[in-house]
């Protein structure tokens, strides 16, 4: 009953079979190889963006890091949600990367922004002068920390706001497919039609070794990121195994179909928490379930196998704590239904 | 005809295997499985350091980079070769994650420093006061950038100058297997006993797919070093795909037998090359091989199908240039004989 | 009717008086002339702090900056109140200067947090492992930037919680002369015997020309501070001009009569305020007023002369805006008759 | 006999006396007051520059690190002389504020880079790809750090070369003024004509309290340079009183007159010293005299009251030692002859 992270999962076959028949042979290093270039090549076509610059890195705090970084200049400010990834869990690396940049946290039901509260927290920052810093990027996750999800609607919605401001927007989508199949969205609805103007694309959770893209749609937003990236060691030299698994992740919608395969599960676990009385405490739309429980429910389950996170909520008190319960590609019919028995 | 770099190689099958074979089941995320902890061990025996803390990373950049800012303070100068690859080939990174350090170059021939050139590099920045920065840290290549090495009694030679300057000493080792397998010197003489804090130790070039370690022989020297990792991207979420390849490379003594095979080969093509009248421009003491040629005669070699970096040399004229040739696990004995029959 | 801030006056004639008087002859440059050995010891002694060590600085947000950068590290969090200057007015420096640290906002009624509140927020970053950074520092603005301040009991309470976490803790008194001038408070007991760490002591605002001071009540939380000084260019060639200010301002006590003049002339436009209906918004306290007014009164104020910065505040509306007034060493009381009748 | 530093002389009368004038009453803060507006009007016309971006700072340390971490990416490299100030004496400012750059240190006679050593340090960076950095700004001291002078054509020489590579130019002036003086080249000659980007223009050596320009003669090279000035700390609250400084100290050709003076001091000590035997090391072209003595004869004039610093040179031995006399605008026939005499 491994719930513990989508992180945790292996990689899938037909990945780790792509790293195998990619290590024929010698090939330049440094992504001058065919295999990169061709990775670079589908993400294109997927995101129906044919000039996008795209890069490979090895992790999700690279890629997000580095997209800012890119973005967003020493003095600027990054609005975020307040449980985004990059403030609770990345020990400052995108902040630091970008030159010593700031969060700015932006409050919202279930990791989730509104226009109005980014609005709002945009304008706690007035821009008179050098004192004020530069309200300079807006950074959102799809699908969020709480296992919910932004649509193109709700993206569109928020990168207003930011571009009204002067802002640039960044997507961190380390479970982007997720949302892509969660909303039945095209990636190019949920990003550069919407008003963004780079992905953090994750691969690693959701069946990839370690592999991240990150994209810029505009290639000019990209200019000299090459150096960033070298700098910072996530440039790797045997290139070709990063787009190994980037080609064989979304060869024939593979990514899609593992995304709504971990989608589907949380949606099965949700709905028999529910009819077991435990319905979760967030809406269950991506593959993340978080549910309160009488502590001695959750101690009875790790004692049984489950394997999953304390996430401490508003409204756990001496008996109940919530817990994150994460699907992925491998979670399974049976693992959940044990899952369920025990509760 | 494969000499580009031994970044262009492919995986070892044992290593890949070893890949595959971890992908069984879930683990723990972020190094808290059971094969980081086996790969830490492991390398703490052939260290002979019981205590030794021991990072894993995907990159040398990373690698260095990371081990370099454990060592030296933000104000602190870092003494190398005027070849290291800190400074010639990472685009800064070192000096910027440790906060905006500097680089003191010192020459030498060959890649090597001596002690005397050290001493009078140091001196160069007597420390009288806060004008001064601090001298704080040796990084020396081993096997060095021309293909030559340290033995343990010049890495202590080195050492004893830094140490009486109350410097700290880190060791880039992309190429450590090499200098190991070259000089016969037990990873430890080479290393701590010699007076090294910090080891970066690459596997990458010598058969992993993406591996490299960093070393701290004293534990207390790696305080924090964990949050570096972190913050800079270099924690792979999928921690057990790094320290797979470790033990898979470890084992047997595999990485010495391929950093053997290296060796040898650039031996016999520097023999070859000194018997068709082209002898090296520096002592061939690991896997690489320096060689200026008429540039008629580097042209033709291309033409049949040469991959080599050119690398130019004092002495190098109109019509002769230097290249360099790297061996690497894959060198054959074919490739070598197709090379010479072409020159 | 220059109410417009604390900077905008000028330099007390006494403090000018000396800086002439330093003009005679030549002396040793980068502090280390009589002056300067002579200003650290004054400071040692007003705060009864024998050891302490002392560095002055020409700017606020230096002194900030190079204070938090030697409390934490660049994985740091250093939590403040959400007004406070190092937040909204610094264009991100200190978290710069300190390696790309983060700011933790906390809320409070009128720029000063409580305990339960600064207890409440730390919670919110459980340190699990490093991704979760360092929660490293507290940084308390006395008096506060809503014209409020924390007695020795209130400073202590806060110091308490950040120590129990593990915390150092900060004082930007850039008007902590109007703290204790408030208070009645000794500067010890402000400052390090309530648990406080470092204070950026501030002379600027209060008669000087360009003087702050660094103080460390512990040396050894100074180790290196001079080359965090040095390279932020805030070492001063002319240091004795530094020292002279600091020895003019403390002079027979001038900083707190200074003090004590611009908090009483905020304490008499306070009440001539509430007489005339219009009662400040927050506790009138050290040397600040804020106050809500109808929007024509504002303009007619101006035109009549008032310099006043707009200050928005939660309750302002299309006809009443917010205006903070500031009191220096200069108010007249003319002055503060001329705007009441104005008002 | 006061040689040790032109930083260790005092404030210019007029100067202190403008300090005192500027005293008057309050001033718009931030440098948004007249004087401020006048000083850098004042500087455009001296440069010939009307559209020229001025910013006062209060140290050249300051002024420099800002400058340099305008022009140059945190992935670049800064060429400049290895006896550069910000090579030796400013702890790693200027690399650290440009985010991470590094200085590629090129040699000299007697502190002067000649254009072919410059062509030919640049070409030891190729710019193939994103591991090489950028070769981004070429740095010149002028006067030098030997008290050797640059001229107009000298500077073009060095400029063209640099932006024949695709770099910005900037100019450490610490001692600029000491360099018109020398050259009677016009400011403008000396900079943008030659083709300078930016100028770090001195005043403290020169009569100053504390005050130093940083002029970008064209404005667009100075965008945002606002932010850095003020997350550095640099950017007084009282600002007028760094115009003040300036506006006295260019009035009437002040800066010029007191360079002048110490140049001919300087020259003067130089003949003397011709005459007793003693000739200088370098040519004494602007302020700074170094001469080699016996150092029982340094020890002799140093129990007399010499104030000089060593100054190791190539060359040194056991008994005879370098050291360097600095005049300024306040040294005297007496000082001169009185060292003389000792010697």
């Given at each position: 009953m491994n719930f513990g992270s989508d992180n945790s999962s292996g990689v899938h076959p037909r990945i780790m079979a792509a790293l195998a028949a990619a290590n024929d042979g010698s090939a330049p290093s440094y992504g001058r190889d065919a295999l990169t270039e061709g990775a670079a090549g589908r993400l294109r076509e997927i995101f129906e963006a044919p000039d996008a610059a795209v890069f490979l890195v090895g992790t999700g705090t690279g890629s997000n890091a580095l997209a800012?970084?890119?973005?967003?200049?020493?003095?600027?400010?990054?609005?975020?949600?307040?449980?985004?990834?990059?403030?609770?869990?990345?020990?400052?690396?995108?902040?630091?990367?970008?030159?010593?940049?700031?969060?700015?946290?932006?409050?919202?039901?279930?990791?989730?922004?509104?226009?109005?509260?980014?609005?709002?927290?945009?304008?706690?920052?007035?821009?008179?002068?050098?004192?004020?810093?530069?309200?300079?990027?807006?950074?959102?996750?799809?699908?969020?920390?709480?296992?919910?999800?932004?649509?193109?609607?709700?993206?569109?919605?928020?990168?207003?706001?930011?571009?009204?401001?002067?802002?640039?927007?960044?997507?961190?989508?380390?479970?982007?497919?997720?949302?892509?199949?969660?909303?039945?969205?095209?990636?190019?609805?949920?990003?550069?039609?919407?008003?963004?103007?780079?992905?953090?694309?994750?691969?690693?959770?959701?069946?990839?070794?370690?592999?991240?893209?990150?994209?810029?749609?505009?290639?000019?937003?990209?200019?000299?990121?090459?150096?960033?990236?070298?700098?910072?060691?996530?440039?790797?030299?045997?290139?070709?195994?990063?787009?190994?698994?980037?080609?064989a992740w979304l060869e024939g919608g593979l990514w899609l179909d593992l995304a709504r395969h971990a989608n589907a599960a949380a949606a099965e676990l949700a709905a028999g928490l529910r009819n077991s009385g435990h319905a979760p405490l967030a809406p269950v739309e991506a593959n993340e379930v978080f549910v309160r429980l009488p502590r001695a429910v959750i101690a009875r389950a790790r004692a049984a196998g489950l394997r999953a996170a304390d996430w401490p909520a508003a409204g756990d008190d001496e008996d109940r704590g919530t817990i994150r319960l994460v699907t992925g590609w491998t979670t399974t019919a049976e693992e959940i239904a044990a899952l369920l028995a025990v509760l």
């Open positions: 800012l970084a890119q973005l967003c200049p020493p003095w600027g400010r990054i609005f975020c949600h307040e449980t985004a990834h990059i403030e609770t869990s990345e020990s400052g690396g995108p902040a630091w990367m970008a030159g010593g940049a700031s969060l700015a946290l932006t409050p919202g039901a279930w990791g989730r922004m509104t226009p109005q509260a980014l609005a709002a927290r945009i304008a706690d920052y007035p821009q008179v002068d050098e004192h004020d810093g530069r309200n300079a990027v807006l950074s959102i996750t799809n699908a969020t920390e709480w296992g919910t999800v932004h649509d193109a609607a709700s993206v569109a919605g928020l990168c207003a706001v930011a571009r009204g401001a002067g802002m640039a927007v960044h997507v961190d989508g380390a479970r982007f497919a997720n949302a892509v199949a969660a909303t039945g969205a095209s990636p190019a609805a949920l990003t550069w039609r919407a008003g963004v103007d780079a992905l953090s694309l994750g691969g690693t959770k959701n069946g990839c070794l370690a592999l991240e893209a990150v994209v810029f749609f505009d290639p000019a937003r990209a200019q000299d990121f090459a150096f960033r990236r070298m700098r910072a060691g996530h440039l790797w030299s045997k290139h070709r195994f990063l787009a190994a698994q980037a080609l």
